[in-house]
């Protein structure tokens, strides 16, 4: 008798932050994700006593955690009762500390040749910057920094 392969792991990927709404705020506009609406659990944890106010900020005109945000991918499902994203989704916390050194790990943005350019413009737009144009035999991309200078790539 065979066992059965035990099921994939649901992930997130978590970034410190010095201000994790702002950086929220940038990846949910560059990805097109949607920010994640944790308020009914924020006031159900309030009610309870089990969070205080000083845990809490309003964000977007609602209830939300001081120290983390997420966002996640619009067509993923979500957790009604939470907010909380069951799929592709990126949840930032905030961390006393600032960056230091490069990341060990960052994401790519797949745009592709034809639109490169136009989402380096709309990325610097809100507020990343370029760091340099890479050209390899391997391949081409753009080395970026979003606003608390955690590189991403642009391919």
């Excluded at 050194?101 to 797949?110: A, F, M, P, Q, V």
Aim: charged content about 25%; glycine content about 8%.
């Amino acid at each position: 008798m065979t066992t059965p392969a035990p099921a994939p792991l649901h992930w997130k990927l978590v970034i410190d932050a010095a201000d994790p709404h702002a950086q929220a705020d940038f990846w949910a506009a560059a990805l097109h994700y949607t920010p994640e609406d944790n308020s009914a659990l924020v006031e159900r944890l309030l009610s309870a006593g089990a969070l205080t106010g000083e845990a809490t900020v309003e964000y977007h005109g609602r209830a939300a955690f001081r120290d983390l945000i997420a966002v996640r991918h619009p067509d993923d499902p979500y957790d009604p009762e939470t907010g909380t994203g069951l799929g592709r989704r990126l949840l930032f916390q905030r961390v006393p500390e600032p960056k230091a050194g490069k990341n060990r790990l960052h994401l790519d943005l797949h745009a592709g040749p034809e639109r490169r350019a136009d989402e380096v413009t709309r990325l610097q737009a809100l507020g990343a910057r370029v760091l340099r144009e890479v050209k390899e035999p391997g391949g081409q991309w753009v080395l970026m920094a979003d606003p608390e200078d955690n590189e991403f790539c642009v391919q």
